[in-house]
Every structure is written in C-alpha cells, then in structure tokens.
C-alpha cells in the first residue's frame, strides 16, 4: 500500500493558486475562511451540548451559515483584521500622544479604526499582497518536500515569488 501524504501536494496546489490567482478567487478565499471560521465555532460552541453527528451537523450549519452571508460581512471583517493588526502593532510602543494614558489608549484605537477603513477603500492592493505573501509562504513551506535546496534559496525564492505574484495579479481586473 502506498503511503501518501496529500498536505504537501494541497499545500504547494493552494500555494501557486493563492500567488497568481488570488485577486481573482477573492470570493471564494472568502467563503472558504468563513466557512471554516463557522464549523470552527459550531465546534467549540456545539461541544458542550452535542456530540457525535449531531455536532458534526452543527459545525457543518454553522459554517454554512457564516459562509451564505461572508459577502456582505467581508469588508467588515477586512477592516477589522486590518484595524486589530495596526492596533496590536502599536500598542507594545506605548505612544504618549497625551499625558493621560487612557487619551493614548482611545488614540490608538482611533489610528488603526481610519487605517482599517482606509484598507476597505484599497481591498485590491491589500488582497494582492496578503495572497502573494501567503501563497509564496506556502510554496516555500511545503516545496521542501519534494526538492532539496539551501535555506538561501527558499528564503530569496520566497521574496522572488511575492514579486512576481504581485506583478501577475497587478495585471488582472
């Protein structure tokens, strides 16, 4: 019997699909995530009130609910992710724009809340180069298992890739 192991082949598959095409399969990376981001929660929510099939089913609802309205939810979600990611950055610096701290806290806040609404107006550029850097990462990930190269090689390689994934899907509308 021959022992396969798919997680390479769909890691390096989703790779290339994610670094040329993931402008253009934007909607469905989006239902994809929240698809999984539903069966994820039905899991832990379900978990303390259902086992078995019926917890299957009930990830499975979950997910397909947050998946039917991800449309509508993923500008909102972009500028969260965008506005949670800004604030976290900033936050360890401790910037003092004030003297009271609690002002900074509300500043910062407000800083990454226009940055994650300046990210909705740019989702193009934005989706662009989150699907190049992950798609590359991917590649990069699991290309180790079927080619054997120096660490130099896979780390410019990985930068190599990013651009010229951003030049291919710059190209598309």
Same mark, same amino acid.
């Given at each position: 019997?021959?022992?396969?192991?798919?997680?390479?082949?769909?890691? @390096?598959?989703?790779? &290339?699909?994610?670094?040329?095409?993931?402008?253009? =399969?934007?909607?469905?990376?989006?239902?994809?995530?929240?698809?999984?981001?539903?069966? !994820?929660?039905?899991?832990?929510?379900?978990?303390?009130? #259902?086992?078995?099939? !019926? /917890?299957?089913?009930?990830?499975? =609802? *979950?997910? @397909? %609910?947050?998946?039917?309205?991800?449309?509508?939810?993923?500008?909102?979600? $972009? +500028? &969260?992710? %965008? *506005?949670?990611?800004?604030?976290?950055?900033?936050?360890?610096?401790? #910037?003092?724009?004030?003297?009271?701290? $609690?002002?900074?806290?509300? !500043?910062?806040?407000?800083?990454? %809340?226009?940055?994650?609404?300046?990210?909705?107006?740019?989702?193009?550029?934005? $989706?662009?180069?989150? !699907? +190049?850097?992950?798609?590359?990462? @991917?590649? =990069?990930?699991?290309?180790?298992?079927?080619?054997? /190269?120096?660490?130099?090689?896979?780390?410019?390689?990985?930068? *190599?890739?990013?651009?010229?994934? *951003?030049?291919?899907?710059?190209?598309?509308?």
């Amino acid at each position: 019997m021959i022992n396969l192991n798919l997680t390479p082949i769909l890691g @390096l598959i989703i790779g &290339v699909i994610l670094l040329f095409c993931g402008y253009k =399969v934007q909607k469905w990376i989006v239902i994809l995530g929240w698809f999984l981001l539903g069966y !994820t929660l039905g899991g832990y929510l379900g978990a303390n009130y #259902f086992d078995g099939n !019926t /917890l299957l089913i009930v990830q499975i =609802v *979950a997910g @397909l %609910v947050l998946a039917g309205s991800s449309w509508k939810l993923e500008k909102i979600a $972009l +500028c &969260v992710a %965008v *506005a949670y990611y800004v604030y976290m950055s900033l936050l360890p610096y401790g #910037f003092s724009f004030f003297a009271e701290p $609690l002002y900074n806290t509300f !500043t910062i806040i407000g800083i990454s %809340v226009i940055i994650g609404i300046i990210a909705v107006r740019f989702i193009k550029p934005i $989706l662009i180069m989150v !699907t +190049c850097f992950f798609g590359a990462r @991917l590649i =990069v990930q699991y290309l180790p298992s079927y080619v054997s /190269l120096s660490d130099d090689i896979y780390k410019y390689g990985y930068y *190599a890739l990013i651009i010229i994934g *951003a030049i291919i899907q710059g190209k598309t509308n």
